[in-house]
């Protein structure tokens, strides 16, 4: 399982190099125009692996698949709801509370199961957390109580969806498959909010279009390995190493457009990146612990 979740640092990177190309974007398209062509390149592409592979994007599970689908976008689309009304630093430091609730979820299992929780990577998570307030350095007033509220409604959807991508790996259900539904639901959103809430498509150029094409790749990349990472490895571990985002993307930043960063930035990063080898090293060593007590017991049988 351990090894599964490591996929989360592959994600990462992925939605770093994405983010790139939604920037190189922006001054052609709209938010909800970008949910649309993100989309529809993972569908076009997903399309494509299956036909060549000889597989089928048949399911007997398609109301797991619709659930995920509603959550993803509905999370996707109050998030952008939230950006412009605070400020992005205090914005993002909320939605990465994910992780805060998923260890208080883990805790409330093992209280109810009478189990030991999972300590040493709920420290790590918490400790993680701290580092991307460093980075971040979110400020608060009343004026930001509503979108911080949405912002907070939305890292628990992102639990709910993390558990419902969980159900479908334990069904047997392939990451490709999962991101395909979520993709064709985001393009559908993407399309129709486009015409609701902005003012419509616009067509791509052929440098646009180039942009267009790198965001979609990057972006179906990162849900295909998110998935992995949730769907079969430690739901803990993964949501601890989510916070390596922060700096893989701040590492591209640097290296495309010379963007500096501060003392505190670096402090953060720090702390981000020894919990994330804390997080693995713990879970790492628990998992061979429990597989030494299973031969243990099998033997004993």
């Known amino acids: 399982m351990m090894k599964q979740s490591l996929w989360a640092l592959a994600a990462a990177a992925c939605f770093s190099l994405m983010a790139v190309f939604v920037k190189l974007c922006s001054g052609y398209f709209g938010s909800l125009e970008l949910v649309f062509y993100r989309s529809l390149i993972g569908v076009v592409s997903i399309l494509l692996f299956v036909r060549s592979q000889g597989l089928s994007l048949k399911t007997p599970y398609l109301g797991g698949h619709i659930k995920r689908a509603v959550l993803g976008t509905l999370s996707v689309g109050l998030w952008f709801f939230t950006i412009g009304a605070m400020p992005l630093g205090t914005n993002m430091t909320l939605i990465y509370t994910t992780p805060l ?13 009478k189990e030991s929780a999972p300590w040493g990577v709920i420290a790590a998570i918490a ?16 004026g930001y109580m509503v979108p911080a509220l949405i912002c907070l409604f939305v890292s628990f959807i992102d639990l709910v969806v993390y558990w419902q991508i969980k159900e479908l790996g334990n069904l047997k259900e392939p990451s490709w498959r999962i991101v395909f539904y979520f993709s064709m639901f985001g393009a559908i959103f993407g399309v129709i909010g486009s015409y609701i809430f902005g003012d419509g498509m616009h067509m791509p150029t052929w440098e646009s279009g180039l942009y267009l094409i790198g965001m979609g790749i990057c972006a179906t990349l990162g849900q295909i390995c998110t998935t992995r990472s949730y769907a ?15 700096p893989i993307s701040a590492l591209v930043s640097f290296i495309l ?9 670096l402090l953060g990063m720090i702390m981000i990146i020894i919990a994330g080898v804390f997080a693995t090293i713990y879970t790492k060593r628990t998992e061979a612990a429990n597989r030494a007590r299973e031969a243990q017991k099998a033997q004993s049988a």
């Open 101 to 113: 609730f998923m260890a208080v979820n883990f805790i409330i299992l093992a209280l109810i199961r």
């Open 127 to 142: 400790f993680g957390f701290l580092g991307v307030t460093t980075v971040l350095q979110p400020t608060f007033n009343q």
């Open 232 to 246: 079969y490895g430690n739901m803990l571990l993964s949501s601890c190493l989510g916070f390596s985002a922060i």
């Open 257 to 265: 457009f010379s963007e500096e960063v501060s003392t505190n930035g």
